[in-house]
C-alpha cells in the first residue's frame, strides 16, 4: 500500500471560510475524507501548520519512508529556501500544488522556492489540484 502525505502550510486550515473567491467554500478536512475514501490501495494521510519549522519537521520525519509527499506551502513557496533545501535533502518525491493559478495572481506569487526540488508542480485546478498530485504517485 503506497503512503501518501498531504502537507499543507500557512492559512490553508482557513479554507472554506477565507477568500471564496480564491480558493472555493469548501474546507479541507471534508474534502480530504472524500478523497481518502476514494482511493483505494493508499493509505493518505494529513498535516497542516502554519509554522514553516513544523513543516521540515514533518518533511524530515516521512522524507525517508513514504512513497510521495504533496506539498501546498501557501506562501512559503515564495519565501522559504529552509522548506526549499528539505525537499532537497529527502528521498521521498514531492509534488508541490496550489489551488490557485498562482501565474495569474500577484506578480511574487509567479515564483516558487521549492519548484526546482519537487518532482512537478500543479496549480489552478482548485481542491482538485491534491487529486492530480495523489494521482501522480500512483501511475
Known amino acids: ?44 494521510t494529513y498535516f497542516q501548520s502554519n509554522h514553516e519549522g513544523a513543516i521540515i519537521d514533518k518533511l524530515h520525519e516521512v522524507g525517508f519512508s513514504f512513497d510521495g509527499v504533496v506539498l501546498n506551502a501557501g506562501a512559503y513557496t515564495h519565501t522559504s529556501l529552509a522548506i526549499a533545501d528539505a525537499i532537497a535533502g529527502i528521498t521521498t518525491p514531492v509534488v508541490e ?37 495523489v494521482s501522480s504517485f500512483l501511475s
Do not use: T, W
Not at 486550515?13 to 481518502?36: A, K, M
Not at 511574487?108 to 518532482?119: D, E, I, L, T
Open 1 to 44: 500500500m503506497k503512503k501518501i502525505l498531504i502537507i499543507n502550510g500557512p492559512n490553508l486550515n482557513l479554507l472554506g471560510i477565507r477568500e471564496e473567491n480564491i480558493y472555493g467554500s469548501q474546507d479541507f478536512p471534508s474534502y480530504f475524507e472524500e478523497l481518502r475514501h476514494s482511493l483505494s490501495g493508499v493509505r493518505l
Open 97 to 133: 500544488v496550489h489551488i490557485s493559478n498562482v501565474h495569474k495572481r500577484e506578480e511574487f506569487r509567479h515564483h516558487s522556492y521549492m519548484a526546482k526540488n519537487c518532482v512537478g508542480v500543479i496549480c489552478g485546478f482548485g481542491l482538485e489540484s491534491y487529486r492530480l498530485a
